[in-house]
């Protein structure tokens, strides 16, 4: 049983001595900084803190449907000062695989995407041929033609060698048949991210792991190499990246199985919860928690105190 | 380890004894007598023999996009006399153990359905309020404004009291959406099936357990109610109708994990599998075998040669 992480919040000292352990902070987002379109009191500030201390921030997100830039504007229109290459996203991570690790060649070198602009803006970055994704022509009713063409090929790209499942607001039995005829016919089965959950205007939808999840189960469980926290090909390329000393980073986020898992397993200098987001205290607390934070706070502008 | 099933396919002795030890078969549908529109040979000539030598014949079917009376017609259409009364299917088992069993009482006793006409069906052939099916003001995209009335409860019906998940051929974001935000606030959760997958046009879809698997993953692993094969409700729904002599039965059909499994648990006298659908012999020659049929045969009209 990991030691119980020490609450921050409103304790001045505790804070700057948590802060001044690390060079380097890694936040997740959604649940973090925001819920939504609604900006967390105090976030702005607190990271305004960091940077002003010489701090290194970088943004890790989950979210497929956005890209890096799309997020660079994300938080810009918050208020947040950012740089594209602060943010890592699910998206990009997946993008960054599929070209430099897997690479792909003719004459199947082809990703079939469920997901948003997001993932095409990343496989696009890497120069990586996509099809699907957000195609106006597969956002309809699948029709009982569609049943004949999928199932003798004929709708089908014999270029496609890999089906990549991320957060699809745009999900139907079309795009989801289509996709399972190519892993049947032996594409490789990726999903940027498998969250179960995506926090949103203060509850919970669902995650990029419920795109994949009618694939997983269609496929008799064979699961999706998946690039989002808590996997650490995504803490491999953001170290790759910034060259940072893993002991003096801290990874800040709202969810024990992923954020502060991530963290943890990548073996991070810290790990800090906030309370704004999916995790609440009951669930380090309870038995087998799915990782357990260094420290908390109520939420991520309880660290404004230390200034 | 079951003992190997008897190859009947071209041994009319084999076919006849067989046959003479059972007075009902029942007869999965999809893989079995049709593949989507498509009447597999012999499958009309080999219920008349049956009819002809006397046996009560039922179509069972975890297919719940139809109603009892939409697959009466679809039978028919085929070729093959039927009543509504030797129909089962998942959701008409569906409707009997919500009206039955369940009994649902106000305030909470609406239920939300992802699914076709054909739950709806029989959910008022059982008097039951529901809301969502095929309701066209939910086929549509998600919105922001969705999202925010989902998750304050304005977009919610508070007299809502179970979800009921089916094979959707319109599932969305929104539907899903809204059906997960039910299960979060104390909805009972309720599958009229979970096959994995959907025999059709001589290929595999998506099945039930695709439209249940991402509030699955989102409910942390929550597995719904299920009513269809192998679940034994249906079994004894269909008992309590004939009230045959379990061990004068004979399940046929295409799948081990929901057929065959469905007749060696409900203790049938017999089960036969057809080669037409999804299961293969290597399938219960593999190790743990999901289950092993009785005996087996091509393709169901193989057993006209008992004539």
Known sequence: MASSPKYL???KAAINEFLDKFDVFLFDCDGVLWSGDHLFEGTVETLELLRSRGKQVVFVTNNSTKSRADYKKKLESMGIPA??????GSSYSAAIYISRIIKPQPPRNKVFVLGEAGVEAELESENI???GGTDPSLRRDITPEDFKAIASGEALDPA????LAGLDFHVNYLKLSIAFQYLRRGA???ATNVDSTLPNAGSL???AGGISAPLIRAMGGEEPIAFGKPNQS???AIEGKFRFDRSRACMVGDRLDTDIKF????????TLCVLTGVSKREDWEAENPAAVPAAYVDTLGDLRVAA
């Not at 496609?160 to 089906?163: A, D, K, S």
């Open 160 to 163: 496609v060698g890999y089906v």
């Open 234 to 236: 995504m803490m491999d």
């Open 188 to 190: 490789k089965f990726l």
């Open 9 to 11: 919040t409103g304790d």
């Open 205 to 207: 939808f669902i995650g």
């Open 263 to 270: 963290g943890i397993e990548g073996r991070l200098g810290g």
């Open 129 to 131: 041929s996509y099809i």
């Open 83 to 88: 740089t594209v290459d602060e943010v890592f």
